[in-house]
């Protein structure tokens, strides 16, 4: 009877070693994440496309905040050079990453703010979303939603 408390205990003890190990990959799969998100951030305050684009798979589909699809990064990158109006970046800022280890798949949510060149005040806002794919082995936005719901 002993021995079966005790085997019982070394497997309990065993799933929750293995469950804490699972937890501490998805936290760091979120840490790559942020990263790649405020290397982003960082890309587009310095009107950087070019590097902007290195964090975006090559079939990215973006619904902008108006509304626009856009599939693609060449049709991002056409979309960007034919805008009009003030020239603006977009900083998106995480309330929520969820990480599936297993189909290397991520969702982000959170808020995005619109800034015209030279201001600190946003221009216009909302929510968005992304899914994000490591199949390439780096973490990649393969697809964003943004709402606008604020314009200031």
Not at 7 to 14: A, E, K, R, S, Y
């Amino acid at each position: 009877m002993k021995k079966s408390i005790f085997f019982g205990w070394v497997f309990i003890m065993g799933l929750f070693f293995f469950q804490s190990l699972e937890l501490v990959a998805q936290e760091a799969e979120i840490a790559q994440i942020k990263a790649q998100r405020e290397a982003s951030n960082e890309a587009l305050r310095n009107f950087n496309e070019e590097l902007n684009s290195t964090f975006l798979t090559d079939d990215i589909l973006i619904t902008t905040g108006a509304g626009t699809l856009i599939s693609g990064k060449a049709a991002l990158m056409d979309y960007i050079k034919n805008a009009t109006g003030p020239r603006m970046f977009w900083v998106r800022t995480a309330d929520e990453i969820i990480v599936n280890p297993v189909t290397k798949l991520a969702w982000e949510t959170g808020t995005w703010k619109g800034y015209v060149e030279g201001s600190n005040e946003a221009a216009v806002g909302g929510n968005y979303s992304a899914q994000w794919t490591k199949k390439t082995g780096a973490w990649l936005i393969q697809s964003q939603l943004f709402v606008t719901l604020s314009k200031d």
